[in-house]
């Protein structure tokens, strides 16, 4: 805060914060910053899920493309052989 006149400059004022006031809001910070990180490692975790199941699908897949291009491979030998 400040206190200015028109013929003086900003001079700056301290205001008295109770202790308890104080520590009252550290604590409540503390509560809201340790809520947040659990709640961020649980998406973490959630997205970490997320991607084993997503990289197994991805292995399926390129399991099956790679069957899938040696059936055609055999069936393009099998076409021009005939």
Not at 12 to 27: G, R
Request: hydrophobic share 40%.
């Amino acid at each position: 805060m400040t206190d200015t006149t028109v013929n003086e400059p900003a001079k700056p004022t301290h205001v008295q914060i109770d202790p308890m006031a104080a520590a009252s809001e550290a604590m409540a910070l503390n509560d809201y910053y340790k809520n947040r990180c659990l709640l961020l490692a649980n998406e973490i975790a959630g997205m970490r899920v997320q991607m084993s199941i997503l990289e197994a699908q991805n292995e399926a897949f390129r399991t099956e493309l790679e069957q899938r291009n040696k059936d055609l491979e055999a069936a393009q030998k099998t076409k021009r052989s005939a």
